[in-house]
C-alpha cells in the first residue's frame, strides 16, 4: 500500500478508534489508536456496493439487503429487483439502479427471457461498484481502487474468467448511458476492459460475504475499510452484519498499537483446512502459524 494509500484509508477512519498502518510481515492493516474495551464496535462500514444471491432476490430487499417486515415492493419496470420500503428504492435508484434497469430492460428485449447478467452475482456487482462510482466522493472510490490484488497469483483458467465477467460487466455498463466524466474511458475499449478486470480481481481477494439472520449467506458486498483488517487464527474481533452495514466487535480489550483482526475462514476447521482454504483463496499461507492460537496473517 502506498502512502498516498495509507493517507486516503487515515481519513476515511478519522474520528474512529482505527488507524491505518504498514506492517512488516503483515503488510496493510488495521490498528488501535485508544484502547478498545471487549464488546465495544470498532468499525462500522456501509457496504460501497453489494448484490444479492440469485436466491435470495426474491426474499429480500435488494437496497439494504434485510427481509423487512411486510411485503416488499417490486420494480415494476425490470421486475427483479425488491425493496422495503420506498425510500429503500429511491435511494438504490439514485445510487446505481437507474442504470441497472436500463441495462436490464435492453438485455430483456434483446434475449428475450433470458438475462444471463441477473444470474451472475459477481458481474453484477462490479458493474454496480462502476454505477455507484458516479454518486460517490473520489476518496471513496480510491478506497477500492487502492485495495490489493493478487492477479499475478491467478491461474491462467481463473485469469481467463475474470476477462471473461469483466467483459459481461463492460457489455452492461454499455447498455446504461454512461456519464459525462466516463464517456472518453468507456470508448477506450481495451483500457476500460483492463481496468475492470484488475477492479473485479481487487474483489476477488477483498469482497465480503453478507450474511443475514443465523449467519445464513445472502450476499457479498465491497467494504474498503474493513477489508484493511488482517486474518489471524486468534481474532481479537467478529465480524457482523445489519442489512448492508458491517460492524467489527472487540471480543476481548485490545491495547493502543494492537492490530485489529478477524478470521477469514471458520475457527472450527482444522488446521490445514484453514491453511487449504486461505491459500486457495487469499493467497497466503499461515504455515504452522495459527495452531493452538498462535498469530497468522
Not at 420506498?86 to 430492460?105: F, P
Not at 443475514?212 to 481474532?235: D, K, M, W, Y
Not at 458491517?246 to 475462514?265: A, C, Q
Request: charged letters at 30%; proline letters at 4%; hydrophobic letters at 35%.
Amino acid at each position: 500500500m502506498s502512502g498516498d494509500a495509507l493517507e486516503d484509508a487515515s481519513r476515511a477512519l478519522s474520528g474512529s478508534a482505527l488507524r491505518a498502518e504498514m506492517r512488516e510481515g503483515r503488510g496493510r492493516c488495521l490498528v488501535a489508536q485508544r484502547r478498545i474495551r471487549k464488546g465495544e464496535v470498532v468499525l462500522e462500514e456501509d457496504a460501497f456496493a453489494a448484490v444479492l444471491y440469485p436466491n435470495k432476490v426474491s426474499d429480500y430487499c435488494d437496497y439494504e439487503m434485510t427481509m423487512g417486515s411486510g411485503k416488499l415492493l417490486r420494480c415494476s419496470k425490470t421486475r427483479v429487483a425488491r425493496y422495503s420500503s420506498k425510500q429503500a428504492q429511491a435511494s438504490a435508484w439514485k445510487t446505481y439502479y437507474r442504470d441497472e434497469a436500463n441495462c436490464v430492460c435492453a438485455m430483456k428485449k434483446k434475449y428475450a427471457e433470458d438475462i444471463p447478467f441477473t444470474d451472475h452475482p459477481y458481474t453484477r456487482l462490479l458493474a454496480r461498484v462502476y454505477w455507484t462510482r458516479k454518486s460517490r466522493p473520489a476518496l471513496q472510490w480510491r478506497l477500492v481502487d487502492q485495495l490489493c490484488c493478487h492477479w499475478p497469483a491467478f491461474s491462467d483458467e481463473k485469469k481467463a474468467e475474470m476477462v471473461k465477467a469483466a467483459g459481461m460487466a463492460r457489455a452492461a455498463l454499455s447498455f446504461a448511458p454512461p456519464s459525462d466524466e466516463h464517456r472518453d474511458a468507456i470508448e477506450l475499449e481495451e483500457e476500460m476492459l483492463k481496468e475492470m478486470t484488475m477492479t473485479l480481481a481487487r474483489i476477488d481477494c477483498n469482497g465480503l460475504t453478507i450474511c443475514g439472520e443465523g449467519q445464513v449467506p445472502i450476499g457479498f458486498g465491497v467494504f474498503p475499510l474493513a477489508a484493511l483488517a488482517n486474518h489471524s487464527c486468534n481474532p481479537n474481533c467478529v465480524q457482523t452484519f445489519v442489512g448492508r452495514r458491517l460492524f467489527y466487535r472487540s471480543v476481548r480489550d485490545i491495547e493502543i498499537g494492537e492490530e485489529v483482526t478477524i478470521t477469514y475462514v471458520p475457527l472450527s476447521s482444522v488446521h490445514t483446512e484453514r491453511r487449504a482454504d486461505l491459500l486457495d483463496s487469499f493467497y497466503f499461507d499461515i504455515g504452522n502459524r495459527g495452531r493452538e492460537g498462535e498469530e497468522a496473517q
